[in-house]
T-cell receptor, first 112, second 113 residues
Framework: KAGVTQTPRYLIKTRGQQVTLSCSPISGHRSVSWYQQTPGQGLQFLFEYFSETQRNKGNFPGRFSGRQFSNSRSEMNVSTLELGDSALYLCASSLNSQETQYFGPGTRLLVL | GENVEQHPSTLSVQEGDSAVIKCTYSDSASNYFPWYKQELGKRPQLIIDIRSNVGEKKDQRIAVTLNKTAKHFSLHITETQPEDSAVYFC????????????FGKGTMLLVSP
């Protein structure tokens, strides 16, 4: 099976812009979770989607949002970008969120 | 919610030595504990996991132990090799509901030849 894929892999934006990141899960996986990874902060949970429904949300401002499509692909959107949003954004897929999660390669976002 | 503490934050060993990374968790309902390895510039990859119905699990040079009473679990790597150098993350999850995987902050392991 093909692994989890994420696009784009790298992105440079300026403050105030918005960005959309995409994640394609492993075929058959219905759960997609998103994480923000920054040096020193580890992996911080953003949100989890299962069958097009957001089931859990981490402690991030409303500028961070996401959605999941009927084919389980997921997108996350960050509006009004801030310098502090610069990070590696990882998605992970699993059969359901209670099973092993497999990570994508991540999208590295740099906000200038 | 769950809180996972991981120690040490950095660990330097000589090739051939053993390495041990320890994690503690706060939610006694957590029953699934995976470990991920993340090499520089790569994605986190699952290397071993353990469920609360067992106390120890081994896979070649890697082993994980779990003490449910004390709420801690550890990763043991024997005969370390330079290619073991990476950041290792522990995590905990309560699989009975819709809770989410909670990660420790990671341990950077450096294995010197």
């Amino acid at each position: 099976k093909a692994g989890v894929t994420q696009t784009p892999r790298y992105l440079i934006k300026t403050r105030g812009q918005q960005v959309t990141l995409s994640c394609s899960p492993i075929s058959g996986h219905r759960s997609v979770s998103w994480y923000q990874q920054t040096p020193g902060q580890g992996l911080q949970f953003l949100f989890e989607y299962f069958s097009e429904t957001q089931r859990n949300k981490g402690n991030f401002p409303g500028r961070f949002s996401g959605r999941q499509f009927s084919n389980s692909r997921s997108e996350m959107n960050v509006s009004t970008l801030e310098l502090g949003d610069s990070a590696l954004y990882l998605c992970a897929s699993s059969l359901n969120s209670q099973e092993t999660q497999y990570f994508g390669p991540g999208t590295r976002l740099l906000v200038l | 919610g769950e809180n996972v503490e991981q120690h040490p934050s950095t660990l330097s060993v000589q090739e051939g030595d053993s390495a041990v990374i320890k994690c503690t968790y706060s939610d006694s309902a957590s029953n699934y504990f995976p470990w991920y390895k993340q090499e520089l510039g790569k994605r986190p990859q699952l290397i071993i996991d353990i469920r609360s119905n067992v106390g120890e699990k081994k896979d070649q040079r890697i082993a994980v132990t779990l003490n449910k009473t004390a709420k801690h679990f550890s990763l043991h790597i024997t005969e370390t090799q330079p290619e073991d150098s990476a950041v290792y993350f522990c995590a905990a999850l309560d699989t009975s509901g819709y809770s989410t995987l909670t990660f420790g902050k990671g341990t950077m392991l450096l294995v010197s030849p």
